[in-house]
């Protein structure tokens, strides 16, 4: 079982700049994945991005070059650095593990999930 818990969420004007953390602890594989998703309310959890153990990378459509996934092995943790972002960015986002490295923006594919941090974004 991995234990995920996420940080860095707020508010902020669009054309702004969020970085999210992700603290992974217990019993993270060797061969991994990791990803970032979010969901709006009244919408459906989607993927935004994932990372496995072998740093590739992977982003949805609707990023557009704005995010960069990443993680810092020694530390355990994993990253999403958000610029120019837009009010359609708002949501709660969650930081997701799964056992293999094929990179899925699935949520379903995923076992471990944190609690969220919500991110907001004004007009």
């Known amino acids: 079982q991995v234990q995920l818990m996420e940080s860095g969420g707020g508010s902020v004007q669009a054309g702004g700049s969020l970085r999210l953390s992700c603290a992974a602890s217990g019993d993270t594989n060797r061969m991994y994945s990791m990803g970032w998703f979010r969901q709006a309310p009244g919408k459906e959890r989607e993927g935004v991005a994932t990372i496995n153990s072998y740093g590739n990378t992977r982003y949805a459509a609707f990023v557009k070059g704005r995010f960069t996934i990443s993680q810092d092995n020694a530390k355990s943790i994993l990253y999403l650095q958000m610029n120019s972002m837009e009010p359609e960015d708002t949501g709660m986002y969650y930081c997701?593990?799964?056992?293999?490295?094929?990179?899925?923006?699935?949520?379903?594919?995923?076992?471990?999930w944190g609690q969220g941090t919500q991110v907001t974004v004004s007009s």
């Open positions: 997701a593990h799964r056992k293999g490295w094929v990179l899925l923006l699935t949520p379903h594919e995923y076992d471990s």
